[in-house]
């Protein structure tokens, strides 16, 4: 008998080897059919599907003051003065009198100071986002304790420290600091003028 060609003899062994492996494949096939992967896959569908439809939770907003029309100052005034008498001031009362300039005086101009009421609105924020988020944890609670609340309380010393007001017309603008701060604010302009038309360098 002679010897098969070496193309004839390559084709048939390539053609044993495919057969071996349909048969393999369909052993497989067979084996994953009995695992009831049809089923886990309709099951897995169905998650996935309630997972898309599920509508995903609202991020906190961030509240911008400085945007807000009359009915919604009004509004985030009474959240956050809620939040600062039933939460702040009976959970951290030291916190909210020195934060507040309530430590030598027995009334306070706080409210009347719009970058303390940011500073307020911030660590309200902060505050549920410690304690209210759903994936919140120990280590949120521990950052809002040990970083947010003594930094606020910073800022709000920062912000009347020098403040003399007194009464509710303590705070009206003083006519010889708004000209100094709008003399220079002129210069400023005069400035940006003069770097825009090529008069000056930075």
Not at 77 to 88: K, V, Y
Not at 118 to 139: F, I, K, N, Q, V
Request: hydrophobic share 40%.
């Amino acid at each position: 008998m002679t010897d098969q060609p070496k193309e004839i003899r390559a084709v048939w062994e390539r053609t044993r080897a495919l057969g071996h492996a349909i048969e393999t494949l369909d052993t497989r096939l067979k084996a994953l059919e009995g695992q009831g992967l049809a089923e886990a896959l309709v099951e897995l569908s169905e998650v996935v599907q309630r997972l898309a439809e599920e509508p995903k939770e609202a991020k906190p907003s961030v509240w911008n003051w400085g945007a807000f029309n009359p009915q919604q100052q009004a509004q985030a005034w009474e959240i956050l003065l809620e939040w600062m008498e039933g939460t702040f001031r009976p959970r951290w009362p030291r916190a909210y009198r020195e934060m507040l300039g309530y430590t030598d005086k027995p009334t306070s101009c706080w409210y009347q100071h719009p970058d303390m009421v940011e500073a307020l609105s911030g660590l309200m924020a902060s505050y549920h986002w410690a304690y209210s988020d759903p994936e919140s944890g120990p280590l949120r609670v521990a950052e809002w304790l040990d970083r947010w609340l003594p930094g606020a309380v910073r800022q709000g010393q920062f912000i009347l420290q020098d403040c003399t007001g007194f009464g509710p017309d303590a705070h009206k603008a003083n006519p010889w600091e708004s000209k100094a701060v709008e003399q220079d604010t002129d210069a400023v302009r005069r400035r940006i003028h003069m770097l825009k038309a090529g008069e000056a360098v930075g």
